[in-house]
């Protein structure tokens, strides 16, 4: 499968090709593989250079962007030519677009009625989400699919039309299998390293992926034979993930593609314990990821971010001491902070981040990357000192002091 | 220019190419387009491949990834192989590896000897953040810049050596200038139709591009032209951006790169005020946007994220009336939640934002994306209901909303 992706802004280096993502990670999920993207700006010339390339190496395409009704958007025309077609006007997709014009209370305008033509060899793909349909189109074993740039239409056209399609027509004897574990706690390169032996005694036909995303590294084993062993690869890829489960269980928080606060919040939910967080370095971000969550409420209370020393003392009760003879980023401040944390939100757990996200306020004793971090829970209450460097800047020191702070509380709630 | 991106993880799906977006982004800020981004896998026959065709269409070509020590990395040799040479030992590079191994008390390993090879034909280029140094190779008309994957070990070696090398390079005649404007407040397609006759009038030598990015709509005229006539280039550029702005002074923060936090910022900072935040809906993200700020401490004390009711209630003092008869969703909650927040960290202005950020939790009358927004202010509190519907989902919403209370804190500060 080739993705190509259409797009001058892609090239300007301000828009970030997130659809290609999204698009490969939905193939891979269903064991197709995308052998290149290929990225190119909205023109008739590269448009059809790339479809040429692209049906080179693979019967597969997909193309997003370049569907709009402004003057730039030729792909439709391209793909046509290619499949040595005409467009044609789709009467269930001006229909649609007709009615949307008229739920917004305006009339439909000559260029959006253009929206509605699709080459005649092709299928509308039902767009709910805008006026441009996603387009099918195949002819011997040749299959292009043509979906909007717009993240959200592109989304779900291809979860509701694109992936059920491409189920139906594909190679039934093949069988891919994914197990998939997410760790926390412990870097990819350190992880690596003590699963080595373990991944280059792997068999041919599984292989180990790292998929690491923000605030998750996940480990994914895939494993490929005929259909009718399929049963015998499961077991092969259980063995193989229990194995790796035994070499470093202390960093595997979950089986199932979940990120650290789904664990936490299944955790909390569970017992109807609820979770209240105190901020410095962080910022809001603590606060921001548990609450991307949906249905967090079920469990945070919510958080304070006490960015200035005033804050500390006057909110969150800080003693005044501990800030004098330890500084605003030390143990016995962060220990304060979670305990009234706990107290203030009355909650069975929280959590206290005190650190430096830099690029300035470093000292030699305390360099920039160092963080204080507490957990109070019903018990006691424990801390824990970090420091990430200066490496990947500020915005990382936030993530990487979030994300042990996170995984300090997952440990406590084992 | 053709950017080649190497790395099996990025046709996966978990890894979105940030990579190529930085380096378009640094070539397009020197007047140098990207013409295509090919995104491929860690194999040899592919890099070959896709070197081959980027050469086909452009004499320059950036690769970044598949320079580590692991057995999968194999760039550096198609590299010297295209170019017809041997990989040899730098030894500058050498000596700075086994510097870097020494501080870290450890020895340097033959796997990482191999990292200080280039190919003959090419300089290294210092790589001060990881091991395997940049590579600048070029043969007659043909230049091309190898670039580690890590991306802030690229991003150090793209500006400190890349761009200016290719500077020097360059043809000398041709000059590219570019004027921008930050807008807020306003979609980019609503601010597409306020100014299309304007972009539709705009001479074939000068370019609109909106370049948006999460939190801020850049738009940015690019003129091009003879170096003999820069200072005319310069003027009409001037020119055409007042024009621009006379047609919607409102939505224009800025005429720098700066975000809308930054443009706060430095009202704040300049009137010696504080700010501080009240978060329901978007859970501490606001918070998180306005501390990603390098010194937000100058201006920032602090917040709350209020996500229960008993919080607004306890710790923010919002009258139980008020959300008895109103609602947390509401116009008389926030009021109170800014008004408190103002007192509660000693203040100048506070915003306050509840909000459904779905996918649960609407109703008829309040539907998913539906969030009232306070800032409130030494002389008055304004308030402003937004709905922004709830297409993009969760994340995006919280985004919007964020977005939307900054703006209205941005008027104020008018």
């Known amino acids: 499968m080739i993705i190509i992706s259409i797009g001058n802004e892609l090239l300007y280096g301000k828009t970030v090709n997130t659809n290609a993502s999204f698009i490969a990670e939905q193939l891979f999920n269903i064991g197709i593989e995308v052998e290149e993207v290929i990225t190119i700006g909205d023109n008739k010339e590269d448009i059809e250079k790339a479809l040429n390339q692209a049906f080179e190496t693979s019967n597969w395409v997909i193309t997003t962007g370049g569907l709009g009704p402004t003057k730039d958007d030729i792909t439709k025309k391209v793909i046509a ?3 040595d077609c005409s467009l044609v006007m789709d009467q269930p997709t001006l229909e649609r677009i007709t009615e949307m014009y008229r739920r917004r209370g305006t009339q439909i305008t000559e260029v959006n009625r253009r929206q509605a033509k699709i080459p005649e060899k092709g299928i509308a793909l039902r767009n709910d989400h805008g006026t441009a349909p996603g387009i099918w189109i195949e002819e011997g074993e040749k299959v292009a699919v043509i979906l909007p740039g717009v993240p959200f239409e592109m989304k779900a056209i291809m979860i ?18 994914h197990k998939e574990i997410v760790t ?3 870097g990819e390169s350190a992880l690596s390293d003590l699963i080595e032996s373990w991944e280059l005694a ?4 599984i292989t180990l992926a790292y998929l690491p995303t923000p605030g998750k590294l996940m480990l994914r084993l895939t494993g490929r034979g005929n259909k009718a062993e399929k049963e015998l690869l499961d077991q092969e890829l259980e063995h193989q ?3 790796l489960i ?3 269980p202390q960093y595997i928080i979950s089986t199932k593609n979940e990120s650290i606060v789904e664990v936490i919040s299944k955790k909390l939910i569970k017992k109807g314990q609820k979770l209240a967080v105190a901020e410095s370095c962080t910022g809001g971000f603590l606060a921001h990821q548990i609450t991307l969550l949906p249905g967090a409420s079920q469990f945070f209370e919510g958080g304070i971010v006490s960015y200035s020393n005033t804050i500390k003392r006057e909110i969150l009760n800080v003693r005044e001491i501990n800030l004098k003879k330890h500084g605003a980023v030390s143990e016995f401040v962060v220990i304060d902070m979670a ?3 706990m107290n203030l939100f009355d909650v069975d757990y929280a959590i206290a981040i005190s650190g430096i996200a830099g690029p300035t306020g470093g000292t030699s004793e305390k360099p920039v990357g160092t963080a204080w971090i507490a957990v109070a829970s019903p018990t006691k209450t424990v801390t824990q000192q970090v420091n990430y460097g200066t490496q990947g800047g500020r915005e990382v020191i936030i993530q990487r002091v979030a994300g042990a702070a996170l995984y300090l509380l997952y440990q406590q709630l084992q």
Chains 1, 2 share one sequence.
């Open 241 to 243: 993930l229990d194995q």
């Open 184 to 186: 926390a706690g412990i």
């Open 81 to 83: 030519d290619y499949f």
């Open 339 to 341: 305990m009234n944390t």
């Open 202 to 205: 792997l068999p041919g036909h």
């Open 246 to 248: 035994q070499l470093v």
């Open 160 to 177: 509701e039309e694109v992936i059920p399609l491409i189920e139906k027509k594909r190679n039934k004897n093949q069988v891919v299998i």
